[in-house]
């Protein structure tokens, strides 16, 4: 067991530099209210478990979020399915030019396409900025095993995107009636 | 790996603009720095313990504790008084608003660390002074609350604990079990430190009152309510182990109440 105030110092550490990332990466899975009390009870984790967190702690800290997430969901039945949430659609107007907004709405339906488990893999390289081990790390996984659900996920998201809207609309409503 | 598509992915984060740094002061961060590490609260004295089983259990109880109030001084459980204002049950559930709701389990999943909760609601309150104690339990879980009403009304959490272990035994209609008996304390960095004395238990059918006695000699009068007992004194103080119970017929008998380990 890591001696007290060592502890409390390895803790403070973790917090500062972790926060934000944690905070982040809940943010974007529960409504607002319970953000803080997810990141508090993953810090709590990690202070009950000291001893466990690796150096590099931000992948270990979100694998716990995400068990935190988990709980509450079967717990108290309110949270949706763990899904990453996309930003609300912008207002019109506000993404530049034409093709640069066509782009981002292609890119949106597409992303909008994905399953759930293509949506997390994406978020944790593309949001949390994780690399191919941190973000196996933080599913339970083999870095193999992320690559390759990586890799996949990207093509279906580039498949998706580059299909006319049309299409991707039919596409969309065949799955959501599964 | 930054494909210009997964740069267009990274503009689609909802969470992009989020600030929330943290800081060595947060408050967050102090609860959890103010909670023990250890599946035994580590600044326990040696007589308190977790419930029977606990420690045995394969999964680990987290001790929260929430430390806001400072009860470092002498004075601070001033208007403590050895027979406790017993509350109804609207009033417990408006004093224990701010308790937890819950316990937790930390448990080694294939996956890392798994937290869960188990639901614990209030059992009994009692009021001695400014303070009140509150009991809570849940499936194989306690929890103790001490609160303090602030001057808005609201109350205020001074000392929280929670612990799982294996269901306490329901005791013969003229016994009582222990669950837990000791004091417990508890430091947030130089702000606020204080110490509880508590002892609760089970109470059978029969138990009409449980009455403690401090080592200093002064008597306590436990609340029994619906088939639980608890007291409190202030951290300074500790009680001895046996206790005297008053049944529902008059009768009285001396009974143990030590924690089995």
Partial sequence: MVEDVRARELLTQMW???HEAVTRFVARRVAPALVDDVVSETFLVAWRRLDAVPEDAKPWLLGVARNVLATHLRTHGRWRALGVRLEREPLPGTEGPDDVAADRADL??????????DREVIALVAWDGLTTVEGARVLGVRPSTFSVRLTRARKRLLAYSGLPSETASVLRKLQEAR | MKSPMMLGIAALDPARDLKAPGRPDD???AAILGSSRAAIPIRRSPRRAVLAGAAAAAVVAVATVATVTSLGTPTAFAGWSAVPTVLSDEEMTAR??????SAHTITDGADGPQVEDVPIGPVLAEERGEYTYVLLTGDGAVGECLVVAQASGATEVVTGDTVLGAPPAAPGPRDVTTLQAGTASW????TGDGALTSAFGRAGAEVAAVELTLTSGERVEATVHDGWWAVWAPGEASLR???ELRFTDGATADAEVAVDR
Avoid: F, K, N, P
């Fill in chain 2, 187 to 190: 430091s947030q960095g130089a």
């Fill in chain 2, 96 to 101: 224990a608003a701010s308790c937890e709701t």
């Fill in chain 1, 16 to 18: 500062v530099e972790q």
């Fill in chain 1, 108 to 117: 949106r339906r597409a992303w909008e396409m994905l399953s759930d488990a």
């Fill in chain 2, 27 to 29: 408050d967050a961060l």
């Fill in chain 2, 241 to 243: 182990t046996t206790a």
